[in-house]
C-alpha cells in the first residue's frame, strides 16, 4: 500500500489513515508500482461470464484471449510481490485451474480455498456449482502465516453445537478449530443488477483481516468499478 501511495503516478480517488483507492485499468497501474514492495495481493478479476461492467471491459472473449489478458496482469503481480508475499486469486474453477498452472511457474501454491456460494445458477448436464475458488500463493517461503483458529459452529437457531466430534469434543482446544480450506461463511457478492445491500468490498477478504490468517495487509489489487464501490 506504501509503495502504491508514495510512487504511483496515478491519482487516488479515496484515501484514509489505511491507505488509498485508485480506480485505473489494472494493466495501466499495475506497472506504475515498484518492484518486490506489496506484501500482500488479492484479485477478484471479471469470471468472463458477459456480464456488463461498463464500455471499457470485455467480459465476453474467447477463453485463450482471457487467460492471455489474465496471465499479463498477473506477471505484474507477481513482479510487485515482495519475497515472501502473498496472493489470492479468487475465480470459477475453470478459470483457476489455468490460471493456478501459470502461477505455479514463479510462486509457490499454499491452498486452494473453496469457498463456498449459496444461490447459484444450475448448470444443464452438470453438478450442481456450489464453490468459487481462492488461490493462495506466496513468492517462495511465506514472511507471514498465521494459521487462526476459528468458533466452533453453533446451530443458529438454538445455538447448539452442530457436530458431536465423535465424542471427543472435550479435546478441542478451547480457542476453536483449526481453520480449513473450505469456507462457508462469505456472503455472496451480487452483480448491481441484483444486489440490495450497501457493503461488499471486503467481504471476500473479512476472514483474511478478522481471523488474523495474514498479518500482512499489502496492496489489495480489488477489481471493482467505483461506482460499485460508492453505490453498494
Ligand atoms: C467479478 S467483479 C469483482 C466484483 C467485486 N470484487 C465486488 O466485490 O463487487 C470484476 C470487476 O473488475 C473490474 N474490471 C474489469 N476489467 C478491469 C481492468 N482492466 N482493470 C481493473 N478493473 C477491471 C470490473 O469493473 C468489475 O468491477
Not at 506484501?39 to 471479471?46: G, K, M, S, T
Request: hydrophobic letters at 35%.
Amino acid at each position: 500500500m506504501n509503495a502504491v501511495s508514495q510512487e504511483s503516478s496515478f491519482e487516488a480517488i479515496f484515501e484514509t489513515q489505511l491507505g488509498k483507492l485508485y480506480h485505473a485499468d489494472c494493466l495501466d497501474l499495475l506497472p506504475t508500482i515498484p518492484s518486490e514492495s506489496v506484501d500482500l495481493i488479492f484479485a477478484d478479476p471479471p469470471f468472463n461470464l458477459g456480464k456488463e461492467y461498463g464500455d471499457k471491459v470485455d467480459d465476453n472473449r474467447e477463453d485463450g484471449e482471457y487467460l492471455t489478458w489474465c496471465y499479463h496482469w498477473l506477471d505484474e503481480c507477481i513482479r510487485t510481490l515482495i519475497p515472501g508475499g502473498s496472493l489470492f486469486l479468487y475465480n470459477l474453477p475453470k478459470w483457476n485451474i489455468p490460471l493456478g498452472t501459470y502461477l505455479g511457474q514463479s510462486l509457490t501454491f499454499r491452498n486452494w480455498i473453496a469457498v463456498d456460494i449459496k444461490f447459484g445458477l444450475p448448470i444443464p448436464g452438470r453438478l450442481y456449482p456450489s464453490h468459487y475458488s481462492l488461490l493462495y500463493y506466496t513468492k517462495g517461503k511465506p514472511k507471514t502465516f498465521n494459521r487462526p483458529r476459528v468458533p466452533i459452529p453453533v446451530c443458529r437457531h438454538c445455538g447448539g453445537e452442530i457436530k458431536d466430534y465423535g465424542g471427543h469434543r472435550d479435546k478441542l482446544n478451547p480457542e476453536g478449530l483449526n481453520l480449513t480450506d473450505v469456507w462457508t461463511d462469505i456472503p455472496p457478492v451480487r452483480h448491481r443488477s441484483t444486489k440490495n445491500r450497501q457493503i461488499h468490498l471486503v467481504e471476500v477478504a473479512q476472514p483474511m483481516r478478522q481471523q488474523n490468517a495474514w498479518n500482512a495487509i499489502g496492496l489489495a489489487v480489488r477489481f471493482r468499478t467505483v461506482s460499485q464501490l460508492y453505490k453498494g
